[in-house]
């Protein structure tokens, strides 16, 4: 298992475009997460998913953003109309059930919106 | 929500100097990871660790649950070390992971 793959690494997008990222977690882990991180700040929540449900939505995940796990195993995360302020580093990680099993983090994706 | 809190923000080594990290949480966790995060990004896991000592090589993590703090310890620092090191913790029912903002380490030569 080559662990959490993410992709693109690096997106430059116009203001006003939509953007869709990618990733392949872990193939055993049934849990997965996105993570937004700006700069100078820790990784904050976005959402997560179990097999393919998405269980809990931050506040932080305005309508613009969209995220699905179709049949449980890779996630998209799409951004429309993208804006300045989400320029960020998205940051995908998976896990098991389990409070006890730690989180794995893929290398993440580096959105500029210009 | 829980609100986790790492000290010093910024810390400055000598090559093969020792240090420690602090990471206080407010409130009983479930679980407690360190992750260093290399300048590409990359967040690596170190430790998880929601009570007691582990060790890995240079590296130690001491998470004293009632009393609601870990400490990371770095023995032997090499220039490799530096980077931003993360504590995150995993509430209750939660299951999503609460980091503090990071503790810049740069090791100099």
């Known amino acids: 298992d080559t662990g959490v793959s993410q992709n693109p690494r690096h997106k430059i997008t116009k203001r006003g475009q939509n953007v869709t990222f990618r990733c392949d977690p872990i193939s055993e882990h049934n849990r997965l997460y996105w993570y937004r991180q700006t700069l100078g700040q820790g990784p904050e929540f976005l959402t997560y998913f179990q097999n393919e449900a998405q269980l809990e939505k931050s506040r932080l995940l305005s309508d613009r953003f969209s995220a699905e796990r179709p049949k449980g195993s890779f996630s998209t995360l799409e951004i429309q109309r993208t804006e300045q302020g989400d320029s960020a580093m998205y940051l995908c990680a998976s896990s098991l059930t389990g409070s006890y099993y730690g989180y794995t983090f893929g290398s993440g994706t580096r959105l500029t919106v210009v | 929500g829980i609100q986790v809190e790492q000290s010093p923000p910024d810390l400055i080594l000598q090559e093969g100097a020792n240090s420690t990290l602090r990471c206080n949480f407010s409130?009983?966790?479930?679980?407690l990871q360190w992750f260093h995060q290399n300048p590409w990004g990359q967040l690596i896991n170190l430790f998880y660790?929601?009570?007691g000592t582990k060790q890995n090589g240079r590296l130690s993590a001491t998470t004293v649950a009632t009393e609601r703090y870990s400490l990371l310890y770095i023995s032997s620092s090499q220039t490799t070390d530096s980077g931003v090191y993360f504590c995150a913790v995993l509430t209750g029912a939660n299951s999503k992971l609460t980091f503090g903002k990071g503790i810049t380490l740069s090791v100099r030569p």
């Open positions: 660790i929601p009570s």
């Open positions: 409130d009983s966790v479930n679980n």
